[in-house]
């Protein structure tokens, strides 16, 4: 067995002059905006994976024959990448110099402490949009509108407690390498991520981390377009609650909002982690959720993938991409009775030329078609 490991985010008051007083001259200067200073973003390297492939053709185990996308670097944090508009790049980095997290002290519990930014924030979300919070060791509750439900918590530099109930995420990125394998047994499925311990429904499995890119990032080669989610989808309802969240300082709101306003993906290609293996079905056994960490700017978000059942251990991990490319790829769906009925159904509307299509897909093209249409 052939194995590789690899390293693979004014209102100015305007004051009365007397009517009997001559205009006076204003002698002000033109007030100068305050410079957003960039920040470099610091890559943090995530834990190395093996990579194991087991195909009955012996040559296509040798790593010197695995596809191009296998090769990346493992991060924890997502960092910036390309084509992204000055908004959403302002707002990063206004994000970065205003921070929220809590320092509430060792031994203290944010959603016991009043005062505490990361619980006033996580119970403003949790009000004005209807989500439950995230909670360490506790069921997150689901529902078919998970993608939108957006919540907040505590991130690695916040000072509370290391058993802080508001830490709900603070495990998805912890020991890689024992909770989960990456293998293929089958040419056209390509890698597949399977777990190594059982995982209870509504916990937090893992994140999906890469390069916070703009659109035009993914037409620069249709891998990145395959591979790529949608982190941003100039969400309204998102938009609103900023501009009345009490957390938030005032001058943060406009270019806030202005950055939720527009499209940004996130691209796992060269940068990524074990998410960008993750399998499709029509029967998946995780949902995506997007969570705040650490602030509420475009870089502070996270795509995080939460079991929507119990899950056993050596299952492998999938989620849905959408319909759309279960009727384009579906020999890469991991319930294949369900979708070989449906494509049974409607093969006699496709023509010709689509069957052929379909049938000519290459493996890098078929095997994880990552942009989904049901996203956009």
């Known amino acids: 067995m ?25 002698r002000a200067k033109t007030m100068k905006q305050k410079a957003i200073v960039p920040i470099k973003p610091t890559i943090v390297a995530g834990k190395t994976l093996p990579l194991f492939s087991r195909l009955k ?12 996308t296998a090769f990346f670097t493992s991060i924890l944090v997502n960092i910036l990448g390309d084509y992204l508009s000055k908004a959403v790049t302002d707002a990063i980095n206004l994000g970065n110099q205003n921070p929220i997290c809590c320092s509430c002290g060792p031994g203290v519990s944010c959603m016991e402490n009043p005062n505490c930014a990361c619980a006033i924030a996580s119970k403003q979300f949790q009000k004005e ?42 495990e998805i990125d912890k020991d890689h390498d024992q909770k989960f394998e990456i293998y293929r047994e089958e040419e056209r499925m390509g890698f597949c991520v399977s777990t190594k311990k059982y995982i209870a429904k509504g916990t937090p499995v893992m994140s999906f981390n890469g390069e916070i890119v703009g659109k035009r990032a993914l037409k620069k080669g249709s891998d990145a377009e395959q591979y790529s989610l ?21 001058d943060l709101v406009r270019p806030f909002a202005t950055a939720f306003d527009r499209v940004v993906f996130i691209n796992p290609l060269k940068y990524g982690n074990v998410g960008r293996f993750l399998s499709h079905s029509c029967r998946p056994n995780l949902e995506m959720m997007r969570i705040f960490q650490g602030g509420v700017s475009p870089g502070h978000m996270r795509i995080v993938f939460i079991a929507n059942r119990n899950i056993k251990a050596g299952e492998n991990l999938c989620f849905d991409y959408g319909e759309s490319y279960v009727e384009n790829h579906i020999e ?32 890098e093209t078929s095997m994880m078609g990552r942009l989904r249409s049901f996203f956009r």
């Open 57 to 68: 053709d012996f040559g296509k185990n040798l790593v010197s024959n695995f596809p191009g």
């Open 129 to 170: 949009l209807n989500v439950p919070p995230v909670l360490r060791k506790k069921a997150v509750k689901l529902d078919e509108n998970q993608y939108w439900r957006i919540q907040f918590c505590c991130g690695p530099k916040c000072q509370c407690s290391d058993d802080c109930s508001l830490k709900g995420l603070d």
């Open 2 to 26: 052939h194995f590789l490991q690899m390293a693979i985010t004014r209102n100015s008051k305007m004051k009365l002059r007397p009517r009997n007083q001559p205009p006076r001259v204003s």
């Open 230 to 250: 949608r982190l941003i989808d100039q969400d309204q309802a998102l938009i609103k609650f900023l501009k009345n969240a009490k957390f938030l300082a005032k």
């Open 332 to 363: 890469n769906c991991m319930c294949p009775e369900v979708c070989m009925k449906k494509n049974n159904k409607e093969s006699k509307m496709n023509t010709v030329g689509a069957q052929r299509a379909v049938r000519n897909q290459t493996q």
